[in-house]
Structure formats: C-alpha cells, structure tokens
C-alpha cells in the first residue's frame, strides 16, 4: 500500500465515528460492536472428554456472557460506550470466583496485531456503598500457535491483567504472567489435554504498572477506558500497551511459552476475564473491540 492509498485509508477510517475513535493498523481483522449482537463471543469451556466431569475445576466455574444495557436500580439502564449494548462478564457471588469470554479465531501471516477496546468495571451494586475495592481483577490475553510448517512449533499466551484488589486492599496496578499450571491429560484416547491458565498464582508487577483508573463516586455510575495491547506474531513478543493516557514499557514483558498442541495451528484465539475479591458479582464490561494487522 503506497502512501496516498494509506492517507486515503485513513481519510475514511476517520470520518466513521464507530472507527475513528481506534487507531487501528491497515488490515481490519475483527470489529465487534455489541449492539451487533455477540460477534463470536462465547463461554470458554474446558476440555473434557466422554465426561463433563473430566474438566478441570477452573473451568467448570465460567457461564456464558451477555448483552447488557448496564442496567442499575437508581437510574434505569446506563447504556454502552456507544448504542444501547456492551458484553457483560459477570462473575458467581462468590469470593475469587472467575470467569473468561473468548472469541476464537486464526490467522493469515505472522505479523504485527492491534488489539484495541473500550471497558468499565464495576461490582454488583447489592449495597450503597462505593465499593471500589470488590473487583480483584480484570484483564485480557491471547491463546496463539504457529502455523504446522514451523520447525519450532509453539503456543504463545500473552496475559495482561489489572489487579485492582487483593483481599480488600486497593492495590490498582497491571501484571503478566509467564508461568501455567501443569499440563494434564484428560480422558483416555490421547487427544486432549488441559491447563488452568487463570490460577492465581505467577502474576508478576509489569514495571511501571500502577495507575489509577477512573471510579466513579456512587455503586451505580461507570467511566468507559480505553486499552490498546500491540503484539507481534512473527517474534511472538508484545510490542506496545497503552491504557487512556498512560504508555507502558512491555520490554520486560513475557508471555506463556509452551510446546505446540496437536490440533491448534495458527490459532489466534482472543479473551476477557474478571474476578471478584468478596463474595458479590463483579462484572466486567466491553464494548467496541477492534483488532487489526498489518498484512
């Protein structure tokens, strides 16, 4: 793409107000507007095999999200971002409890990736009181595998997460982890195998991590923040990571490196989690998520 298809590409981009509030990279691999309806976001299920039994517990715990008007007893529905509808992860009343949406994709060249969106984060408003200390975290990754040509065949698990809590203390900084839970088999034949990814052990600080997000003043009322997370397929390394107004530095940062699986070549799998720090809802909400490449 020369430099006058690129400024024309631009030109169009901005004066699409669904568009022009990303910065996206010239190819368009996913826009996902929730007034849309879900756009291939579902639950993410365990592997298990001739037995729902067979999952790992972590798992078992996550339920489906959904399409939400931020609906609130005080005032009626707070709406999205933009439109009447965000994707709602919600968590079990339940101290620690977790829960994950994934959007599962693959891709057509190693190469640069953008993943950019818009989110708030708010307990369940089940006492009137602020309440900012009840979600532990929020967060979101990336399940990748090269291609099945690769003589060096890996999965790749970017995780960045906002640890807003822990145990009621505010503690407002971000983390990665590079480390997993082991690698178990489940069933007999030999085809699946499975790892809780989530636990909650091996988050480290990423460096210069701590912020402050915006919090609004009562049980009821949400801010919407921006994130966008860079990463290169070619070097499966992250390349950049901004949060509203703050840049972060990512050259410490490492992601879950594993052994290829089986059957996972040139996954480009995208997900969102949440986890509550009391025994209350905490609900994570995402509107407007837009990925891009350069390709």
């Known amino acids: 793409m020369n430099r006058d298809q690129q400024a024309l590409l631009a030109a169009i981009r901005q004066s699409d107000p669904k568009l022009s509030r990303f910065d996206p990279l010239p190819r368009m691999i996913t826009f996902d507007d929730f007034d849309r309806g879900f756009c291939g976001w579902t639950q993410l299920v365990g592997n298990y095999e001739h037995s729902l039994d067979a999952m790992l517990p972590g798992y078992a715990q996550h339920s489906m999200a959904m399409l939400s008007t931020l609906p609130q007893w005080d005032f009626g529905s707070h709406g999205a971002f933009d439109g009447s509808y965000a994707l709602k992860l919600a968590t079990k009343p339940r101290k620690a409890s977790q829960n994950v949406t994934i959007k599962r994709l693959t891709f057509r060249k190693r190469g640069p990736i953008s993943l950019e969106f818009y989110f708030t984060l708010k307990p369940e408003a089940t006492e009137l009181r602020l309440s900012e200390a009840d979600v532990r975290s929020i967060g979101f990754l990336y399940d990748l595998q090269t291609g099945d040509q690769d003589t060096d065949g890996a999965r790749i698990m970017p995780h960045m997460r906002f640890l807003n809590a822990m145990h009621g203390e505010h503690v407002q900084k971000w983390q990665f982890k590079r480390h997993t839970t082991e690698v178990k088999p489940i069933g007999t034949e030999n085809k699946t195998i499975s790892h809780y990814h989530l636990a909650p052990q091996d988050w480290e600080d990423l460096p210069g991590g701590s912020q402050k997000l915006c919090y609004n003043e009562i049980?009821?009322?949400?801010?919407?923040?921006?994130?966008?997370?860079?990463?290169?397929?070619?070097?499966?390394?992250?390349?950049?990571?901004?949060?509203?107004?703050?840049?972060?530095?990512?050259?410490?940062?490492?992601?879950?490196?594993?052994?290829?699986?089986?059957?996972?070549?040139?996954?480009?799998?995208?997900?969102?989690?949440?986890?509550?720090?009391?025994?209350?809802?905490?609900?994570?909400?995402?509107?407007?998520?837009?990925?891009?490449?350069?390709?």
Not at 227 to 240: K, N, R, Y
Not at 250 to 276: H, K, Q, Y
């Open 219 to 295: 049980p009821t009322k949400v801010n919407w923040h921006y994130i966008c997370f860079d990463f290169d397929l070619e070097t499966m390394q992250a390349t950049g990571f901004r949060c509203n107004d703050r840049v972060f530095d990512v050259s410490g940062f490492d992601p879950i490196r594993m052994p290829a699986m089986r059957n996972l070549w040139c996954m480009l799998n995208l997900a969102f989690f949440v986890e509550t720090d009391v025994a209350k809802r905490a609900n994570f909400y995402i509107d407007s998520v837009c990925l891009s490449g350069d390709f």
